[in-house]
């Protein structure tokens, strides 16, 4: 072969071979997503959004764009769906396809798509039904649990009443409190309120749910590689991890010691079994580094959002006294002072439950809830979205839609009454995140929420420091969660 023609050769294979990346980067960019504001290069739409507030940027730019449209955060396309139809139709009426989970820096760098909540495909399956199951076994739903969660209620009323109606602040608390229950199944054990490695454990939590959900957090879920070079607060979210981290991995080799396949006592035996059954499984997902990370997302699943939820509670209920009045009737009426609240009584407290419901309603704890990817190239509306691509669901603008409320943005307990002011559901109420990957604990924070509340009002009278119309129920910071605002109130017997 001459040179002419080796070289002709070599041009034509180099082609063939451009032809070739070429047409399977066609494959991966196939699609067809919707429109919306132009971005930068690097910075994507950076400056159309305020990392203080990015679900009320989100929200602003779909007056222009419309409920489904795509915003790039850096160089990743996302979609985003405001309002209750475009979530549903997508998360509910399309669950399969949109339960993916989609790109999440700040927890993935300490996950590594290890356990429940930051897994996808066929791994996120598996566990969750291992999770479900385990979790139903030692309670979960049942009366069992409703009587740990009874005792625990108790204990904080012990402790509340300690305060002798002098001001405090009820964070600590509160988390201890509901920490307990989820300790309880996952550990097998409650934690002493004064446990120094207990205390240090949620001090981390409370921290990090901050820091996630300040400027700090949003700008790392954005700028991944960049924030790791930067110096800032948003480092001690990891180190805070690694905390955590070591905290559960001692707890399991405390469960190593003394496990009996036979009997076991809590989640964590009932994961190490599994593990030792699929050891020989090199497919099996059951290993240690899962454990942990599954452990953590119970754990800080189980704490934060309930917690939060509380203290909210307190403020708008001090915000709003007269609904805090109709509340204490309700419950003189139904449950008295001689016994402890139930889930039974919930049927007959119509306006509690809608007070209740409200509240969570009013300040979607997850505003954005968590991202989602579709797990296939996925016709949507008029759009193809390319399996893989990002997916936002606006909880707030679902919670806060006109369609779906009588007075969406104000505190209404009439969103959840009908005209007989009987409880009244409502499709639209996602606080825990719709479609395949609806909290694991959703049954479980709303038997808390409803007891631990009506333990306390049955006990307490919430009394604010400030005048009622000076009490600010503006998040402390939104990010990942809204945060409440410090505050220390006084508890007064009734």
């Given at each position: 072969?001459?040179?002419?023609?080796?070289?002709?050769?070599?041009?034509?294979?180099?082609?063939l071979s451009f032809l070739a990346l070429y047409l399977k980067g066609s494959r991966k960019k196939k699609g067809k997503?919707?429109?919306?504001?132009?971005?930068?290069?690097?910075?994507?739409?950076?400056?159309?959004?305020?990392?203080?507030?990015?679900?009320?940027?989100?929200?602003?730019?779909?007056?222009?764009?419309?409920?489904?449209?795509?915003?790039?955060?850096?160089?990743?396309?996302?979609?985003?769906?405001?309002?209750?139809?475009?979530?549903?139709?997508?998360?509910?009426?399309?669950?399969?396809?949109?339960?993916?989970?989609?790109?999440?820096?700040?927890?993935?760098?300490?996950?590594?798509?290890?356990?429940?909540?930051?897994?996808?495909?066929?791994?996120?399956?598996?566990?969750?039904?291992?999770?479900?199951?385990?979790?139903?076994?030692?309670?979960?739903?049942?009366?069992?649990?409703?009587?740990?969660?009874?005792?625990?209620?108790?204990?904080?009323?012990?402790?509340?009443?300690?305060?002798?109606?002098?001001?405090?602040?009820?964070?600590?608390?509160?988390?201890?409190?509901?920490?307990?229950?989820?300790?309880?199944?996952?550990?097998?054990?409650?934690?002493?309120?004064?446990?120094?490695?207990?205390?240090?454990?949620?001090?981390?939590?409370?921290?990090?749910?901050?820091?996630?959900?300040?400027?700090?957090?949003?700008?790392?879920?954005?700028?991944?590689?960049?924030?790791?070079?930067?110096?800032?607060?948003?480092?001690?979210?990891?180190?805070?991890?690694?905390?955590?981290?070591?905290?559960?991995?001692?707890?399991?080799?405390?469960?190593?010691?003394?496990?009996?396949?036979?009997?076991?006592?809590?989640?964590?035996?009932?994961?190490?079994?599994?593990?030792?059954?699929?050891?020989?499984?090199?497919?099996?997902?059951?290993?240690?580094?899962?454990?942990?990370?599954?452990?953590?997302?119970?754990?800080?699943?189980?704490?934060?959002?309930?917690?939060?939820?509380?203290?909210?509670?307190?403020?708008?209920?001090?915000?709003?006294?007269?609904?805090?009045?109709?509340?204490?009737?309700?419950?003189?009426?139904?449950?008295?002072?001689?016994?402890?609240?139930?889930?039974?009584?919930?049927?007959?407290?119509?306006?509690?439950?809608?007070?209740?419901?409200?509240?969570?309603?009013?300040?979607?704890?997850?505003?954005?809830?968590?991202?989602?990817?579709?797990?296939?190239?996925?016709?949507?509306?008029?759009?193809?979205?390319?399996?893989?691509?990002?997916?936002?669901?606006?909880?707030?603008?679902?919670?806060?839609?006109?369609?779906?409320?009588?007075?969406?943005?104000?505190?209404?307990?009439?969103?959840?009454?009908?005209e007989n002011n009987s409880f009244r559901s409502n499709d639209a109420f996602m606080p825990f995140a719709p479609g395949?990957?609806?909290?694991?604990?959703?049954?479980?924070?709303?038997?808390?929420?409803?007891?631990?509340?009506?333990?306390?009002?049955?006990?307490?009278?919430?009394?604010?420091?400030?005048?009622?119309?000076?009490?600010?129920?503006?998040?402390?910071?939104?990010?990942?969660?809204?945060?409440?605002?410090?505050?220390?109130?006084?508890?007064?017997?009734?």
């Open positions: 072969m001459d040179v002419d023609a080796a070289l002709t050769v070599a041009l034509l294979l180099a082609c997503l919707p429109p919306g504001p132009a971005p930068l290069p690097f910075v994507g739409n950076l400056f159309q959004l305020d990392p203080k507030e990015m679900h009320r940027s989100l929200e602003k730019l779909s007056k222009r764009y419309g409920p489904v449209y795509t915003i790039h955060l850096g160089s990743l396309p996302c979609v985003v769906l405001c309002g209750y139809q475009a979530v549903k139709e997508a998360l509910i009426d399309q669950a399969d396809d949109f339960s993916d989970r989609g790109d999440f820096p700040v927890f993935y760098r300490f996950t590594k798509g290890n356990g429940i909540a930051f897994s996808s495909g066929e791994k996120w399956k598996v566990l969750r039904r291992f999770a479900l199951q385990t979790l139903k076994n030692f309670g979960m739903g049942k009366r069992s649990i409703e009587v740990r969660i009874q005792e625990e209620a108790q204990c904080l009323v012990q402790e509340f009443r300690k305060t002798g109606g002098a001001p405090f602040n009820p964070i600590n608390l509160v988390c201890r409190a509901v920490s307990n229950v989820i300790c309880a199944v996952v550990f097998g054990r409650r934690f002493d309120y004064e446990d120094v490695a207990f205390l240090t454990l949620l001090d981390h939590f409370n921290e990090n749910f901050k820091l996630m959900s300040s400027s700090w957090g949003e700008l790392y879920n954005i700028f991944p590689r960049l924030m790791d070079i930067l110096p800032g607060p948003h480092h001690q979210i990891f180190r805070n991890f690694e905390k955590l981290r070591q905290f559960i991995a001692e707890r399991i080799r405390w469960h190593q010691k003394d496990l009996d396949p036979d009997a076991p006592r809590d989640f964590i035996d009932c994961f190490l079994i599994r593990m030792e059954q699929e050891k020989q499984d090199p497919l099996s997902h059951f290993h240690t580094e899962t454990l942990v990370m599954t452990t953590h997302n119970l754990f800080f699943g189980g704490t934060e959002t309930t917690s939060t939820t509380i203290r909210f509670s307190f403020l708008i209920l001090m915000k709003y006294p007269e609904v805090a009045a109709k509340v204490h009737q309700e419950i003189d009426r139904v449950i008295g002072s001689d016994r402890a609240p139930c889930l039974a009584d919930r049927k007959f407290m119509p306006y509690t439950d809608a007070v209740l419901y409200e509240i969570q309603r009013f300040i979607t704890i997850l505003p954005m809830g968590l991202p989602r990817a579709v797990t296939r190239d996925t016709p949507f509306r008029d759009f193809l979205l390319p399996k893989g691509t990002n997916v936002i669901p606006l909880l707030n603008s679902v919670h806060q839609d006109p369609a779906q409320f009588k007075d969406p943005t104000s505190f209404n307990p009439a969103n959840f009454l009908d395949k990957r609806i909290c694991l604990g959703a049954g479980l924070a709303r038997m808390e929420i409803f007891l631990f509340l009506t333990t306390i009002l049955q006990h307490f009278t919430l009394q604010p420091l400030v005048a009622p119309t000076e009490i600010d129920l503006t998040p402390q910071c939104t990010g990942l969660g809204n945060v409440p605002r410090l505050f220390e109130f006084r508890l007064l017997p009734r």
